[in-house]
């Protein structure tokens, strides 16, 4: 296992995820679960207000710079 992963599972998990259980947290997905999602993201209870994730050590530096140069809404 690459060991980003597994720094990554502790930090988030507390403890090493068995590649059965990521499988069937996988299989337990389903079209209405990714629509409730999605809806809760993006929809109108959203607040319109854009999303930023960011993993590792990477800046974000002037983001709304980046915002405008793409033409999304602060």
Same mark, same amino acid.
């Given at each position: 296992m690459d060991s980003f992963v597994l720094k990554y599972?502790?930090?988030v998990h507390n403890r090493k995820i068995p590649v059965s259980e990521m499988c069937d947290k996988i299989d337990e997905v389903t079209p209405e679960s990714l629509q409730r999602v999605a809806t809760r993201i993006f929809g109108p209870q959203s607040g319109g207000k854009?999303? /930023?994730v960011v993993m590792?050590?990477?800046?974000v530096g002037d983001w709304p710079s980046t915002f405008r140069k793409?033409? /999304?809404a602060i």
């Open positions: 599972q502790l930090l854009p999303t /930023i590792g050590r990477e800046d793409y033409d /999304i």
